[in-house]
């Protein structure tokens, strides 16, 4: 089967980049042909090892008619990116025309049996209303959702089209609701595919007895995210044996913030920016507790990587993270439960002080669990990580494709 991979962001960054690249590799493995369309910055083309350039085209940004920074699927992306909210009708019509462009050559070029478009938004809607009569399946990642809110005006203009999509990959049963709710899409055209990590890349090796403590937070420097909350939190635990690990990037002034929180703590934080998956796979191997108190998640896939290389977790009570680690051994993993929350992605300014002690709570019993016992049992991680390879998510969606190929 020849397949027309789309995203509209960098395809070589966040979660839902590294998941189109593990579906490429295991569509490949499983005798597909494979064709990528992405959006990128200016002429900076991406480095993937899982497809050749000779297989992708590119919607650039930053030049031309669209002279503007790329839209990201969040607001704030580990690149320099502009928001889908802020973009005016003009910029909106060439985005569509761009896309719309590239998508139609590469059909003609390619000729491919189905289109695997990631994210329940404006790419997904032009390829859907421009070729309504090739199978189409559609990944939500759950930021797609969370524009949907946010930009009511761009959601009008894709609901239609997105309806159409013969089948929409989920990450978990909470995701299904939603996507059933938003876009009033029947549950029988939904599949819960869930995600994956790389077992190859993702190993669990014994931790250096402590102290130090060491701990990771990996992904954007953003408030969605919780940054600014832990590098607060982890200011109590100066002149204790701890060091905090950042790897990440943001933009904007939250980047910048959370920047000189991390900077104002000295030696206590080491800032490593953006790594790639070896380098992370081999820090998560250092650390014995990853923290990723995020405000909004749909399957945070980063947390099984870091517990399958034997981290500790301490993550916020979210649906995608319980449906990882609600089985987890409590030895294994601390929720922290967040305030109602009226934004999307971000607790009320009066609440945060007391997100920031529930977490100094946590952190401080993980601590305890690491100083007795460095490497928490193998046996309780197998458990949780076993059922989330790549091989058996990439089952899932072939059936998808078989489905949607097949009017099904």
Known sequence: MKILHLISQHPESTGSGFYLQNIIRQASAAGHQNYLIAGISGNMLPQLDCISTQSCRFVHFNQGQLDYPIPGMSDVMPYPSSTFGSLSPAQLAVYERAFGEVIERAVFDYAPDIIHSHHLWLVSAIARERFPTIPMVTSCHSTDLRQFLQCPHIGDRVLPHCQKIERVLALNDDQTEKIRKLYLIPPHRIDVVGGGYDES???????????????????????????????????????????????????????????????????????????????????????????????????????????????????????????????????????????????????????????????????????????????????????ITSRFGWGAVFRKINQAYDKAFNGL
């Open 201 to 383: 890349v993702f190993v669990m090796q014994p931790k250096d007895k402590p102290p130090p403590v060491q701990m990771l937070y990996a992904g954007k420097l953003s408030f969605a995210k919780g940054v600014d909350v832990l590098l607060r939190a982890f200011q109590s635990f100066e002149g204790t044996d701890v060091h905090l690990h950042l790897a990440g990037s943001g933009t904007g002034e939250e980047g910048q913030c959370c920047l000189d929180l991390a900077e104002k703590m000295g030696s206590l934080v080491t800032i490593h920016g953006r790594i790639n998956q070896q380098d992370l796979a081999r820090l998560m191997a250092r650390c014995h507790l990853f923290i990723l108190p995020s405000f909004y998640e749909g399957l945070p896939l980063v947390l099984l990587e870091a517990l399958a290389s034997g981290c500790r977790i301490i993550t916020a009570d979210l649906s995608g993270c319980k449906e990882i680690l609600g089985d987890a051994d409590s030895d294994l993993i601390e929720f922290i439960q967040l305030p109602v929350m009226k934004q999307i992605d971000r607790p009320e300014p009066e609440d945060l002080p007391m997100v920031e002690k529930r977490l100094k709570a946590a952190i401080t019993s993980m601590m305890a669990r690491v100083l007795v016992t460095p490497s928490p049992a193998h046996g309780d991680i197998l458990k």
